[in-house]
């Protein structure tokens, strides 16, 4: 007799973002499949305090505090509650019932305010919600996870290199993805409130003059990042998607805002439309297009500059017509929330596929790093029992073995250090800057010292993530010396703990000269971290 099927669980994010807090709330089965239950929007002033005075308001913080509440009180009909724990970025933590499947994150506005920290106890005092900050890597990273399976469900989009767009409140997010590969990911710091709130500090220049000018920069700067074969644009945002809902006739599905996937609405919206639609917007007043399309004061507000750059990057790119998808930031959310925050396999090798292409920018060793990388994977999963880390310590062992010698292209000495620093001030698709610091600090002590308390960036870390470091280091010493000849004459190692010794056995090799006197170089950080001293045998 099978097994009973376990029912659907509930799973919830709520995104704070620059005008507006979101919450939805899905439905996942077994096999993974998504079904939206509920999506609720109220409007905020978040983005206009920061990006006007830089800091979040007293007032703006109990508006936000009386919307978090009210949206409690649903997650809590779905049995979904942050109790007094608050709620983990990625699943690490959640709610006593809800085990992970809560997240509530916040973008630019709240992160670029002053009284960041502030504003996020206040909302855990007054309603027991942990909001996690998230940066400009972990949105592209979400939203990829989002659109991916639009694009998968329209097999000339998905061959083709699509440029996705989201212009928000701070931030405009970039992508381009082909075959659902991303070639190109970017945030940049140009958004529709921003671009608004320098309107106050252009005294004598008419908003649509400046924000002609601020768009035509940055489209300019957007298509010329992106790669030169990108052929489609894909808009994303509520107000791309409530022009296009002016303009064209409905779909089956628009404005329901229904999963990301087959049954996503999408609309072509011909590009001489819209610039109908914005000749006419800019001859009226906010307040003026907030009574005619009954709209909401505050997307009133955002929707005309943010329709400029959408508009200026469809034409810099040669564009007659870009595609406006019904998928939001919510959608890559509530995936990754029902994953429980581990990457998918398609996203873990974009950012592995970032690696190599950084790498290759830097003339590092392809080979050489590739082979590296396989050995320290490989020592990962078979010591799982001792270094006792996670799979995101696994990506990022990963990352640094094939990063590691990228600072050679400044030069030989001392270019661990060079290593740590170029990784550390890089870009990697769906990597965040925490990440980065701790990849660049495994990629430093992959040779030389080992960390020591004079070293201020490994000083500067909790506990925990200075122990993961070494523990990280000293794996990718020996992933190293395995390779010594970088010949890739060790196709695998096999890992034994024999009483104080790990026994390393490479099958199939029987010389071994440089490689064991690498290990013997490297073995003295291992030694002093896990207390084994290393031996390396042929097979």
Request: net charge neutral; charged share 25%.
């Amino acid at each position: 007799m099978s097994d009973p099927v376990p029912p659907p669980l509930p799973v919830a994010v709520i995104d704070i973002g620059a005008t507006a807090m979101r919450l939805a709330l899905a439905e996942v089965a077994a096999d993974g499949a998504v079904r939206p239950l509920e999506h609720l929007t109220r409007a905020v002033n978040l983005g206009k305090d920061v990006f006007t005075d830089g800091a979040i308001t007293p007032a703006t913080m109990e508006a936000c505090v009386a919307v978090l509440r009210d949206y409690r009180r649903v997650l809590e009909q779905y049995g979904l509650s942050p109790g007094g724990r608050g709620l983990s970025g990625g699943g690490a933590g959640g709610s006593e019932a809800g085990d992970g499947r809560l997240r509530v994150v916040a973008t630019s506005a709240v992160r670029e305010a002053t009284n960041r920290l502030t504003f996020l106890d206040r909302i855990f005092a007054a309603t027991g919600i942990e909001i996690e900050p998230i940066d400009e890597a972990e949105t592209t990273r979400v939203t990829y996870l989002g659109v991916l399976p639009y694009l998968q469900a329209d097999p000339g989009l998905y061959d083709a290199t699509a440029a996705v767009a989201e212009v928000g409140g701070g931030t405009t997010d970039v992508l381009a993805i082909q075959q659902g590969d991303v070639r190109f990911s970017q945030s940049y710091r140009v958004g529709a409130l921003r671009m608004r709130e320098a309107v106050r500090a252009a005294a004598g220049t008419s908003p649509r003059q400046l924000w002609e000018r601020q768009a035509d920069r940055a489209a300019r700067r957007m298509a010329a990042d992106l790669p030169d074969d990108a052929g489609a644009l894909i808009a994303l945002g509520a107000d791309v998607r409530f022009a296009a809902g002016h303009l064209l006739p409905p779909t089956p599905g628009a404005g329901e805002e229904p999963e990301a996937g087959p049954d996503a609405a999408a609309q072509t919206l011909p590009l001489s439309l819209l610039r109908d639609f914005l000749d006419d917007a800019f001859a009226r007043t906010e307040d003026e297009l907030a009574r005619r399309y009954h709209l909401p004061f505050e997307q009133a507000e955002t929707l005309r500059p943010a329709l400029l750059v959408n508009l200026r990057l469809a034409e810099a790119l040669g564009l007659e017509e870009m595609i406006v998808a019904e998928v939001h930031l919510r959608d890559g959310l509530i995936r990754d929330t029902a994953a429980r925050g581990d990457w998918t396999a398609r996203a873990a090798a974009q950012a592995i596929q970032s690696a190599v292409t950084l790498g290759r920018r830097y003339r590092v060793d392809g080979d050489h790093a590739k082979q590296v990388a396989r050995m320290a994977d490989r020592l990962f999963e078979q010591l799982a029992e001792r270094h006792r880390l996670d799979a995101r310590h696994g990506r990022i062992l990963t990352l640094a073995a094939l990063l590691h010698e990228v600072g050679l292209f400044v030069g030989t000495t001392g270019y661990h250090k060079h290593s740590m620093y170029l990784i550390a001030n890089s870009d990697l698709f769906g990597v965040s800057r925490r990440d980065l610091h701790l990849i660049g600090l495994v990629a430093r002590y992959h040779r030389r010292a080992s960390p020591k308390a004079t070293h201020t960036p490994f000083t500067s870390m909790d506990r925990p993530e200075r122990v993961a470091v070494a523990k990280l280091a000293a794996i990718l010493r020996l992933a190293k010396a395995l390779d010594e000849s970088r010949s890739g004459r060790v196709k695998d190692v096999v890992a034994r703990v024999d009483g104080d010794r790990l026994i390393l056995t490479a099958p199939g090799v029987d010389d071994l000269s440089l490689e064991r006197l690498a290990v013997r170089q490297s073995g003295p950080l291992f030694r002093e971290i896990y207390g084994l001293r290393v031996l390396l045998r042929g097979g």
